[in-house]
């Protein structure tokens, strides 16, 4: 039985390992381009690819799995490998509308990473100490609402 502190209220794992079908798929390729041009079963050049490609995908995919998945629990919420307290977070800033940039937009991006990662979006939080942060996600408004309601049924 799953206690309420290990419950998930939200998660994205970064990348998705199907990636690595695209290994066998240039493999798979580069054969059917040699029997069509009349080389015959030659296995050892799509072999080579499908072990290059896999390997290297291999790599970017674990990466992106630790450096930009995302997990909120009701106690904590994790952006990479960086652990963000839920109690820290005094506000969640609303969405942004229009051009205008907001002061929260040029904080620092919670995780390991220099700034909000690719195809994702950031969420305004304000922390303890009088601090800016912003939490980020594919998802962004589940992660915004979920953050939402944890405050808020912390600081009434």
């Given at each position: 039985m799953t206690g309420a502190s290990n419950e998930r209220l939200f998660?994205?794992?970064g990348a998705s390992w199907a990636w690595l079908l695209a290994g066998p798929a240039a493999g798979g390729g580069m054969l059917a381009i040699q029997i069509s041009a009349?080389?015959?079963?030659?296995p050892l050049l799509p072999a080579l690819l499908l072990v290059l490609v896999s390997g290297f995908l291999t790599v970017q995919v674990?990466?992106?799995r630790i450096h930009t998945s995302v997990e909120l629990t009701?106690?904590?919420l994790r952006q990479g490998a960086e652990i963000t307290k839920v109690s820290e977070i005094v506000t969640v800033y609303p969405p942004t509308s229009g051009s205008e940039m907001q002061n929260w937009q040029s904080?620092?991006?919670l995780g390991e990473l220099t700034g909000v990662p690719r195809g994702r979006t950031g969420i305004g939080l304000k922390l303890s100490g009088n601090r800016t942060a912003q939490a980020w996600a594919r998802r962004h408004a589940t992660l915004r609402e979920e953050l939402a309601g944890l405050v808020e049924e912390r600081v009434p």
């Open positions: 998660y994205e794992p009349g080389y015959g079963w030659q674990k990466a992106a009701p106690e904590a904080a620092r991006a």
